[in-house]
């Protein structure tokens, strides 16, 4: 079984910054491409940014592209979101998730994706 728990999300002005940290149980963390996505009231989960299972390989939603920088630290079995420049619309609940295919690169269809964490809340004022 795998457990993911993010954390790190919080209150922040526009322009300002948050890292997101997701933490995974289990000793198979290095072998799977991993995933965030976000969900804003009212609106369907959405895309933000992968990462291939060795890091080597990241893409990233349109929208966030330039802004948000995934990473992973599989030593320490944690994937991590660095959101810079934030925007309002950028407010949402954050969630992490594992790809289902082994030493692949996921794509951006929450398909894709077989464990997810309780997800985290940013909040961005304007």
């Known amino acids: 079984q795998v457990q993911l728990v993010e954390s790190g999300g919080g209150l922040v002005q526009t322009g300002g910054s948050l890292r997101l940290s997701c933490a995974a149980s289990?000793?198979?963390?290095?072998?799977?491409?991993m995933g965030w996505f976000r969900q804003a009231p009212g609106k369907e989960r959405e895309f933000v940014a992968a990462?291939?299972?060795?890091?080597?390989?990241?893409f990233y939603a349109d929208s966030v592209k330039g802004r948000f920088t995934i990473s992973r630290d599989n030593a320490k079995n944690t994937l991590y979101l660095q959101m810079n420049s934030l925007k309002y619309e950028d407010t949402a609940v954050y969630y992490c998730?594992?790809?289902?295919?082994?030493?692949?690169?996921?794509?951006?269809?929450?398909?894709?994706?077989?464990?997810w964490g309780q997800g985290t809340q940013v909040t961005v004022s304007s």
């Open positions: 990462i291939s299972w060795s890091g080597g390989t990241t």
């Open positions: 289990g000793r198979t963390f290095s072998s799977y491409g």
């Open positions: 998730a594992r790809a289902a295919l082994a030493r692949g690169t996921p794509a951006g269809a929450a398909g894709d994706y077989d464990y």
